[in-house]
């Protein structure tokens, strides 16, 4: 997440923003499907995040990781994102399914009333999503 800039502005930060970026996401993978519940789980699985970020400040604010995302390029988060979950998985032997959905609940919110559409491609045998795009229209 390191790719990612930083959209606060230069003054010193108290928390990295790819470590504020990780742990939102091990809180989202975890189940929590907030921002206040995805920090409030990485502060009681502290220590064993520190196994693997250095998280010398300890968790950001709700207010700080509000920030970083509101200000983050969602595309090149989204790359990186990808990129990151294909070091993860080894894709040699693995059945790749690839879908697409209407999200229907949001068409209100766009224009012309049309469901806005996502390709998703997921990795068969554990159904993690390993990329999703939004498709136009």
Avoid at 19 to 42: D, M, P, Q, Y
Avoid at 78 to 97: P, Q, R, V, Y
């Amino acid at each position: 997440m390191k790719a990612v800039p930083d959209p606060r502005c230069g003054r010193e930060t108290k928390h990295d923003h790819a470590e504020v970026l990780v742990c939102l996401i091990i809180g989202f993978l975890a189940g929590r499907t907030t921002i206040r519940r995805s920090l409030k789980w990485c502060k009681k699985h502290l220590e064993e995040l520190r196994e693997y970020l250095p998280l010398k400040n300890g968790i950001a604010s709700l207010s700080t990781a509000c920030r970083i995302l509101s200000g983050t390029d969602v595309e090149l988060f989204a790359l990186e994102f990808m990129e990151w979950i294909g070091e993860i998985l080894c894709t040699k032997g693995i059945h790749i399914s690839i879908d697409g959905k209407a999200l229907r609940a949001a068409m209100e919110k766009v224009k012309n009333f049309r469901a806005p559409m996502v390709l998703n491609a997921i990795d068969a045998a554990t159904g993690l999503v390993l990329a999703q795009l939004p498709i136009q229209t």
